[in-house]
């Protein structure tokens, strides 16, 4: 059953790249992060107070500050710069240029946190930097030909926040709990969303199609898929929790194709096994 729960939620986030672009046909980046988590931020801290009240009030003053930046580089940067990139390159490209999280992760660890660097962590961080190559390149020798190369390069930027927001947590994750440290940090998220959004200006989505991609992603992405992924991390070792995130390329590039109209070439695919097979061999290294 927990199998289930873990595939369910590896395909509604490969879902979610379908939606985010469904969701740019109406509202732009930023408005489409700041209604996703207008809805998500109370249903996921209401949650938790329900049930870890002492857990989510435990905070402290010195916990201010690391927490704006979670909320910048985990929330409001993160999803906006996301989006953006998803105006520019394909829900499959996204899918799994993300990935450079964790190659990123695993440099700053060894470089910032001081791991030890092994054979198998250095091999993934290269194989899986060729398979982003080849994903950005499509097969070809000139980068710039690429007509992703602008959306492809945020979402390596984006998964240069997110490595952020992962080292950046780990302090507050030795004294709070991680579904806790999440809910604030998307209330956080809120509150930073805030200056850009007043720099892109307020949207009221009025297509039915904007409204069902701001559901899905604030209900399904954002809160159903947290709480079995943290159910999931309770019970089972987080490296045998992650094997089920290498199927999201996968799932998105299936969905793309009959959904988005994108095309599926080898090199891309040869990328994308690549790009997986380097972050499978950085997180285990």
């Given amino acids: 059953m927990r199998k289930l729960g873990l595939i369910a939620v590896a395909i509604i986030w490969a879902s979610s790249f379908i939606f985010i672009k469904w969701g740019l046909l109406e509202l732009k980046p930023f408005n489409l992060a700041f209604w996703r988590f207008l809805l998500a931020s109370p249903l996921l801290f209401g949650y938790v107070y329900l049930r870890k009240r002492d857990k989510l009030l435990s905070f402290e003053k010195r916990d201010f500050l690391p927490l704006v930046v979670l909320g910048l ?60 190559s080849l994903v950005l390149s499509n097969g070809k020798l000139n980068f710039f030909s690429s007509t992703t190369l602008t959306g492809d390069l945020l979402m390596i930027f984006d998964g240069l926040l ?68 943290y159910k999931a991390l309770e019970v089972e070792d987080a490296s045998k929790v992650a094997i089920y ?14 959904l988005l109209n994108e095309k599926i070439t080898v090199i891309k695919i040869l990328g994308g096994v690549l790009t997986i097979l380097g972050v499978y061999l950085a997180e285990r290294g």
């Fill in 245 to 258: 995130i290498y199927m999201i390329p996968f799932f998105t590039a299936i969905m793309a194709f009959f």
């Fill in 162 to 229: 997110w490595a952020i927001y992962t080292i950046g947590g780990k302090s507050l994750l030795e004294r709070h709990e991680a579904d806790a440290l999440t809910a604030w940090a998307f209330v956080a998220g809120i509150f930073t969303l805030l200056p850009f959004l007043t720099f892109e200006g307020l949207q009221i989505p009025i297509k039915m199609l904007s409204w069902a991609s701001i559901i899905f992603l604030a209900v399904f992405c954002s809160f159903v898929g947290y709480l079995i992924w």
């Fill in 73 to 132: 580089t985990g929330v409001s940067l993160l999803y906006a710069v996301q989006f953006m990139a998803l105006k520019f390159t394909t829900a499959t490209n996204a899918s799994i240029l993300i990935n450079s999280s964790v190659l990123f992760i695993a440099a700053f660890s060894i470089l910032l946190l001081g791991e030890r660097i092994t054979t198998a962590r250095a091999g993934g961080i290269v194989v899986g930097m060729v398979g982003i």
